[in-house]
């Protein structure tokens, strides 16, 4: 797997959307609802500059927010599961959002998507709260990023 991530650009769009089908997808008739991302309007995310893809083709997908570094969404293609592109991307959300001076990173996932909750702790997420919100019951977690050591630069 290249490691690159990069910015999506306009090309991209459709497999950005075929991606997201694809990981979220199972999930509608697990949670009862079409899941947030699947429901995005990928084309304006991209052209706005939030949508970071990794592979070629693309084969994993992150969309982070500004502020706290809020992770909107990051799916992996089913087809390249287990190969270490989530892995890949969650190590350069933690990069971005130290690149962007912020101290932490926030996401939330669906309470019936249960694989997730078995891999944010393992990156060092902490469940913050359940918190259903209309439709969608989801669990809120956060991971405070400590300063890189050994850079040398303190943050203000």
């Known amino acids: 797997m290249n490691d690159e991530i990069r910015l999506a650009t306009p090309d991209d769009v459709p497999r950005v959307r075929e991606v997201t089908d694809a990981a979220y997808r199972p999930y509608i008739e697990r949670i009862g609802v079409v899941p947030v ?37 990051i799916c992996v293609h089913p087809d390249a599961r287990g190969t270490g592109v989530g892995r890949v991307l969650l190590h350069f959300v933690d990069a971005h959002a130290r690149a962007l001076g912020l101290p ?39 991971k405070v990023l400590a300063p890189e050591s050994g850079s040398g630069a303190a943050r203000g």
């Open 37 to 73: 991302p699947m429901e995005a309007d990928h084309a304006a995310n991209v052209a706005a500059g939030r949508v970071f893809v990794a592979g070629d083709p693309v084969v994993g997908v992150l969309v982070p927010e500004p502020d706290h570094l809020f992770l909107d969404s």
């Open 104 to 142: 932490e990173v926030r996401l939330y996932t669906n309470a019936m998507m249960w694989e997730n909750q078995k891999i944010y702790p393992r990156y060092g997420y902490e469940l913050v709260e359940r918190r259903a919100e209309g439709a969608y019951d989801r669990f809120h977690y956060r």
